[in-house]
């Protein structure tokens, strides 16, 4: 079965720098990887998802996320943040090839500082 | 726009209270998903259904149980609620294997 790895539990960062969240699954086979935004208050959405094709994925906001097969990551990144990407982020990957249950990672809290 | 309704935003209950958080999407899925969350622990699948009267349990179904008997809600039953089931509760949807989850905006639950 899968594991996923969010190893920064908060990242402080001024406005308009740049950031990036990590983030590690435990199996080398082809998956399906995900990461949802959680704003305060409010339930999860989807910024992105990598299904197959080019590893280099686009999401909303201006996030966007590389898939790495040999180093297994989906680290998710954007180059200039704004006061309101100040949000929970989660990772999240299917238990095993062809099941309807997802792991989510432990989530990493974007604090973007003005 | 799709929508998952949960019935409650906040809820406050006592020990060995039976409690029912209800979850009701709007588009037709298949899927459907009971979570709780919890700081520096993300989420944690606690039951999904994957068909009408169709269950099966996650990582934590202790002391819960579920109930879907329309394709459209799916409800957390907590039989005897303790104080470590104080949490947040999260109900998704999707419609098929590989598709993202629709979210609720949560159920703060708080047992006391």
């Known amino acids: 079965a899968q594991s996923v790895t969010q190893l920064d539990s908060q990242v402080p960062v001024f406005e308009e720098a740049p950031v990036e969240l990590r983030c590690n699954y435990s199996?080398?086979?082809?998956?399906?990887l995900f990461w949802y935004v959680q704003y305060p208050n409010q339930g999860l959405q989807l910024l992105l998802k990598y299904l197959s094709g080019s590893t280099l994925v686009k999401g909303i906001n201006g996030f966007e996320a590389e898939f790495n097969k040999s180093q297994t990551s989906f680290h998710l990144r954007k180059p200039s943040v704004h006061i309101s990407d100040t949000a929970e982020y989660f990772c999240a990957v299917p238990y095993a090839s062809g099941t309807y249950k997802y792991i989510f990672g432990t989530g990493t809290r974007l604090k973007v500082l003005a | 726009d799709v929508k998952v309704t949960q019935s409650s935003r906040y809820l406050v209950k006592r020990t060995g209270e039976k409690v029912f958080l209800e979850c009701v999407q709007d588009m037709d899925h298949e899927n459907m998903f009971w979570y709780r969350q919890d700081p520096g622990l993300g989420l944690r699948l606690i039951y999904f259904s994957y068909d009408v009267k169709m269950k099966e349990k996650g990582d934590i179904p202790e002391g819960y149980s579920v109930s879907r008997e329309k394709k459209e809600r799916f409800s957390l039953i907590l039989e005897s609620a303790s104080t470590n089931q104080t949490s947040m509760y999260l109900c998704a949807s999707s419609p098929t294997i590989g598709e993202k989850l629709f979210f609720g905006s949560g159920t703060q639950l708080s047992v006391l």
């Open positions: 199996s080398s086979v082809s998956v399906y």
